[in-house]
């Protein structure tokens, strides 16, 4: 707990330090909502391990000209991602019709912008954190290179990206299909990835069915 607040406080602290836009500042030192925080603290920060490349509050102007706040803005190098909590209350029980039309257009123009947007359910942080941290590693897998041990062979390599790309563990038979190799290679290249401590087996005790990464 301690951990998170003050890498927490660092960070928020830090955008506010380096912010020169008036409007966005005013919304910083106010603090962020309750869902962001508890994104950051059950989801993003066990996930990622670091704040590196996340903006709160992130300004940015749609093709109404109308100036638009994200909740979190994701920038590593000239990606563009933006991650936005939906609450469970007024704001989503009681939405009217204009309301609702305001965000198809925020989401809509966006998206037209060449953001990648990924809106979380604050129940989803609450009641489904394992399947929230397995989303946010697909997220970033939109905008980074995952990176794989040199030592590695192109198939156990190729075998990693496949597996972080998706929300679920792998089976053998998609391994063998996605890599175009024999399910006896597969099986190889499986034992050596979790010999080497990269995958663990999700399902089957005589002979594994399914495998997920190991930090998951």
Request: aromatic share 10%; net charge positive; with cysteine.
């Amino acid at each position: 707990m301690k951990q998170f607040q003050q890498t927490y406080d660092d960070w928020l602290e830090e955008n506010i330090a380096n912010e020169k836009n008036q409007r966005r500042k005013e919304l910083l030192i106010k603090g962020l909502g309750h869902g962001t925080i508890e994104f950051l603290r059950h989801i993003w920060l066990p996930t990622v391990g670091s704040f590196d490349h996340l903006y709160p509050e992130w300004e940015v102007r749609d093709l109404n000209n109308r100036y638009r706040y994200l909740d979190l803005a994701y920038h590593p190098g000239n990606g563009k991602g933006c991650i936005e909590i939906q609450g469970y209350g007024p704001h989503a029980r009681d939405l009217d019709v204009k309301r609702f039309k305001d965000l198809c257009w925020r989401h809509s123009l966006l998206a037209l912008e060449g953001w990648t947007i990924l809106p979380i359910a604050y129940l989803s942080i609450t009641d489904e954190p394992r399947q929230c941290q397995q989303l946010i590693l697909a997220f970033l897998g939109k905008f980074l290179a995952i990176h794989t041990p040199s030592h590695l062979s192109w198939h156990e390599a190729e075998t990693l990206r496949f597996a972080r790309r998706l929300l679920r563990p792998i089976s053998p038979h998609e391994v063998s299909q996605h890599l175009r190799i024999s399910d006896r290679q597969t099986r190889r290249v499986l034992h050596t990835l979790v010999k080497s401590n990269f995958l663990t087996i999700a399902s089957g005790k005589t002979r594994a069915r399914t495998y997920r990464l190991t930090h998951l």
